[in-house]
């Protein structure tokens, strides 16, 4: 009887194991996001910029340098205060985000890095609820220094679930006007319907719910005997 309560033991952990791994390891990159601000974008900076992965290399991505900030691949605001809302398409399991703040204007040493956001609440709504700050978000954000690219900033999150995500913008670094180079999200999107498990799992997130299954199966078994 003890062999078969540790082996039915082991079972429950595999089964247990497989599928809490393969749901942290499908976090990963939020396709889709659109964006949209209550701020004046100034004339030829798409507010699109900052999620089309543009100045990325390769396109939308987590990692990686930005290109210089310009027209083509950033955003700019005649506002320095305001509001920018990303609208993730759907509802997630949020783990963070990876932001790229402007180093607009790079050829100009009086100008460079202070249009970049500084001061900012980041808060979070889901299925129209009212935004709550995020705990625990950085509010401030360093000035972009570099004249050749921009580094990435990343963010942690608590445990939240949402599908839209505001930045409440209260000041940059000194400049008179603001903007963003990029902004991406990594999240887990949320299981709604029985349509979204047919869905087809990357690589790794299978290998890890064959453990869980793995040990569903060895479970049965020991029953059996």
Known sequence: MAGITRRSGFGVFLFVAGMFLARAVSASLISGITASTDMTTEVGYALSNIVNGSGL?????LTGQHENASATNAWLSTDVTGNVIFDLGDSYHLAGLTLWNTNWNHTQPSKKGKYGIDEVTILYSLHGSAFTAIGG????FPKQNSTSHISPVTLSFPAITADMVKFMIQGNHNGPATGLAEVQFDG???IKYATDLTRVPEPATLSLMGVGLAGFG???????S
């Not at 978000?137 to 401030?140: I, R």
Request: aromatic content about 6%; overall charge positive.
């Open 57 to 61: 290399s390769g396109g939308p991505a």
């Open 137 to 140: 978000a950085a509010t401030s």
């Open 188 to 190: 887990t999107r949320v």
């Open 218 to 224: 060895f479970m049965r078994r020991v029953k059996r």
